[in-house]
Each structure stands twice: as structure tokens, then as C-alpha cells.
């Protein structure tokens, strides 16, 4: 058997950091919806268990994937093996679950692969334990996300956005742990805009602005002043305030429509590096391909 998969980016529009807990984590509050832009993976059965990326910097022994295989193999009693092959369309470390996804997408193809039939609920506790956004994005679509990014609430379908995503030609170290670090109690809140927003998709409300938040928008400016002239090019292009992906560097906006969203992204004046594109809301975070 081999197995194609697309493994779809995420958008937090919302995501608010309640409080730190007692294990170090903190908590958060977040309404997160899946997105057209994608990597492709394959997978097929081999003795032992490899990866080949077209991203060098990916194609270690430290990968989400391989790291979610290996916990498949030991929580599946199992020692098959398997050839898998990562394309990158997602900007790495930009913000938009790409690794996360990736991981999701193998637990889900191997478990498959290798005929496991391990439950929901364990491939949720493996999922966990590779990352906190990899829960969500076992399922991806319009979700309400809290605890540490674990407890995954599915809502509604989202009706179609269209959204632009710059990703600046920024690469910071260790940045999700960084953010969180410049976060102070003044930046924690109670995660009422998320319920507002989850309360207006459930019913079939379009995304408005005053329901878009993220709490590393408090931080992420000074610690990359890089993204201000960004927010700024971002606002004068069509008049919508552009939010953070997740811990960053990217940023997304909502537009009108998917000629809106390409026509922006074709004016922008991009430097080596940096990168846009136009992207509509998906119900799921993969598509998977079966063949003998």
C-alpha cells in the first residue's frame, strides 16, 4: 500500500494565553480553523523507518514525523518500518502548525500503514505528547482549542474566508518559548473573545474584526520591530488589521476574495526571503490517497 497525503496549514483566529500553569505550560483559549496552503507526504512500506524532505535543515533525526512514527511504533507494539517523503509548501517555524500537521498526518497514514487500528483516543494521547497543536490538527476544520492546545472542541463548518499570509524572511530561536517568556499577567485574559467568535461560527456568522485576537500581538512587534512596516504595508493595501500565526513571524488578514486575496499578494513588495500567499479556509487538515 502507498499512502499520499496533503497536510493543510492552521490559522489561530484567536488565541488567548489565560495563565501559567504548574508544569510550566500555560493555558490557552484559541478558535482555530484550518487553511488551503499544504505540504504533501508519502508513505510506503520499507524495513526500516526513514525520511526524505526537500528541506535539509528537516531531514534529521529531530523531524515531528519521525518523532511521532517512533511513538506510534512503541504505543502499536510494532516494528515495521516505513519510507516517508515530506514536500514542503508550508514556510518552516513560520507560526502555521507545518511540523505539527505533518506529525498528525503520520500518525494518522501510519496507523493505516501498518494496520494498527489504534482508537481516537490513543492517537490523541500520542498526539499530545509530540506538540500541543498536534491534537488539533488530527482533525484540523473549525475547532475551539483550550488547556495547553489538547482538549480540541470541534464547531461548525467555517462558510469560506479568504485570508493573505505574509511570512517575513525572519528565523527566530526557540521562538514559541520565546514569546511566551515576554508574555506578562497584564497579557493573560479569559478567553472571551474566543467564546464570542465560537458562539458566531456556530452560528454561521462571517469573521469580523473585533473577533480576531492574539495575545503574542502584545509582544511580537518589539521583539521583531521587522513586522511593524509589515502590519503597516499590510493596512494601507486593503484596511484590515493583520494578527500574528500563531507565535509568528507570519501574518494573516482576512479579504473579501480569493481575487482579492491574489491580487494583493501579486502587489506586494516581497524582498528575497520573504514569502505570501492567497488561501481559503479547508474543513480538514488532510486529504489522503490509497493505492496498492
Known amino acids: 500500500m502507498r499512502i ?6 492552521k490559522l489561530n483566529l484567536t488565541l488567548e494565553v489565560l ?7 500555560h493555558d490557552i483559549a484559541g478558535v482555530f480553523q484550518t487553511i488551503s496552503l499544504a505540504d504533501d507526504l ?8 526513514t525520511l526524505a524532505c526537500d ?20 504505543r502499536g507494539g510494532t516494528t515495521a518500518g516505513a519510507a ?16 505539527s500537521v505533518d506529525a498528525a498526518v503520520t500518525l494518522l497514514a501510519l496507523n493505516q500503514l501498518w494496520r494498527l487500528k489504534l482508537g481516537p483516543g490513543i492517537l490523541r494521547g500520542i498526539a499530545a505528547e509530540v506538540g500541543s497543536d498536534v491534537p488539533y490538527l488530527l482533525h484540523g476544520g ?9 482538549v480540541v472542541t470541534p464547531l461548525a463548518p467555517m462558510r469560506p474566508h479568504h485570508f493573505v499570509i505574509v511570512t517575513p524572511a525572519l528565523q527566530p530561536q526557540n521562538k514559541t518559548a520565546a514569546m511566551y517568556q515576554r508574555l506578562e499577567p497584564r497579557h493573560f485574559t479569559q ?7 465560537a458562539d458566531a461560527v456556530q452560528r454561521g456568522l462571517p469573521l469580523r474584526e473585533p473577533w480576531q485576537f492574539n495575545a503574542f500581538d502584545a509582544v511580537a512587534f518589539n521583539a521583531h520591530p521587522e513586522l511593524h512596516s509589515w502590519r503597516a504595508e499590510l493596512v494601507l493595501a486593503y484596511f484590515r488589521r493583520p494578527h500574528l500565526c500563531g507565535a509568528g513571524p507570519s ?11 491574489e491580487g494583493l499578494v501579486a502587489r506586494l513588495p516581497l524582498a528575497p526571503g520573504e514569502q505570501a500567499f492567497a488561501v481559503v479556509t479547508v474543513p480538514a487538515s488532510a486529504e489522503f490517497t490509497f493505492t496498492e
Do not use: C, H, W
Not at 533525526?61 to 519521525?66: E, F, G, I, K, S
Not at 516517508?84 to 511540523?99: E, F, Q
Not at 482576512?254 to 482579492?260: F, G, K, R, T
Open 4 to 9: 499520499t497525503a496533503k497536510a493543510y496549514a
Open 19 to 25: 495563565g501559567k500553569r504548574s508544569d510550566g505550560y
Open 42 to 49: 508519502t508513505f510506503e512500506p520499507a524495513e526500516a523507518l
Open 55 to 74: 528541506s535539509a535543515p528537516l531531514a534529521d533525526d529531530d523531524n515531528l514525523v519521525l518523532r511521532a512514527a517512533r511513538l506510534l511504533q512503541q
Open 84 to 99: 516517508i517523503t515530506l514536500s514542503k509548501g508550508i514556510p518552516v517555524a513560520a507560526g502555521l502548525g507545518g511540523g
Open 142 to 150: 473549525t475547532a475551539r482549542i483550550e488547556g495547553r492546545g489538547e
Open 191 to 197: 478567553g472571551r473573545v474566543t467564546k464570542i467568535l
Open 251 to 261: 501574518l494573516f488578514m482576512p479579504v473579501d476574495s480569493m481575487a482579492d486575496a
